[in-house]
Antibody, heavy 119, light 113 residues
Framework: QVQLQESGPGLVKPSQTLSLTCTVS??????????WTWIRQRPGKGLEWIAF???????YYNPSLESRLTVSVAPSKNQFSLRLSSVTAADTAVYFC???????????WGQGTLVTVSS | DIVMTQSPDSLTVSLGERATINCKSS????????????LAWYQQKAGQSPKLLIY???TRESGVPDRFSGSGSGTDFTLTISSLQAEDVAVYYC?????????FGQGTKLEIK
């Protein structure tokens, strides 16, 4: 059973860069035709897909965030990462990492990490 | 973008009764070449991450109780809980994975009467 765990700062200042890492355990990030995913949930709001990355580094971004996004993968560490630049209060959210199933639904999720953007 | 709209926003059902949640997409999520609907359902309990219940509109994820079922095609979908249990209190989301960006419904909060 694959497990995912997000890590990173819980507080980021406005205009700075939010950086998070997801560590995968119980399975290899390079095994199977799965995409590794970032999703966020803003306070009191629904879920928003941010990006996918494949183990070879191919990325697929939500166009609404693409200009500020960088997602990368480190297969040797079984990790993938998110960087979101020029953050504002609107980026305050719980950020989840997840894995896709046999298509682009999400069958395994991390517990989520709250990132607050505030000075 | 495909907009997913769920109804109702909240629902109160008695234990043992049926709960029905609807999800409508602004465009079809049915792909005729493989005869599949690119629609998933998730359950999110308070303080937890979402859990996959249903994919391909009606395929139950392994380990999900059979009181949960999904139906529908094209633009209109339903999640049904046949006999509500106390542990089913949660927010339920539909999600389309037909086209990017992959979008979710706003959620339906299910409570016990």
């Amino acid at each position: 059973q694959v497990q995912l765990q997000e890590s990173g700062p819980g507080l980021v200042k406005p205009s700075q860069t939010l950086s998070l890492t997801c560590t995968v355990s119980g399975g290899s990030i390079i095994s199977g035709a799965r995409y590794w995913t970032w999703i966020r949930q803003r306070p009191g709001k629904g879920l928003e897909w941010i990006a996918f990355i494949y183990y070879n580094g191919n990325t697929y971004y939500n166009p609404s965030l693409e200009s500020r996004l960088t997602v990368s993968v480190a297969p040797s560490k079984n990790q993938f990462s998110l960087r979101l630049s020029s953050v504002t209060a609107a980026d305050t959210a719980v950020y989840f990492c997840a894995r896709t199933g046999t298509d682009n639904y999400f069958d395994s999720w991390g517990q989520g990490t709250l990132v607050t953007v505030s000075s | 973008d495909i907009v997913m709209t769920q109804s109702p926003d909240s629902l109160t059902v008695s234990l043992g009764e049926r709960a029905t949640i609807n999800c409508k997409s602004s465009q079809t999520v049915f792909y005729s070449s493989n005869n599949k609907n690119f629609l998933a359902w998730y359950q999110q309990k308070a303080g937890q991450s979402p859990k996959l219940l249903i994919y391909w509109a009606s395929t139950r994820e392994s380990g999900v109780p059979d009181r949960f079922s999904g139906s529908g095609s094209g633009t209109d979908f339903t999640l049904t809980i046949s006999s509500l249990q106390a542990e089913d209190v949660a927010v339920y989301y539909c999600q389309q994975y037909f086209s990017s960006p992959y979008t979710f419904g706003q959620g339906t909060k299910l409570e016990i009467k």
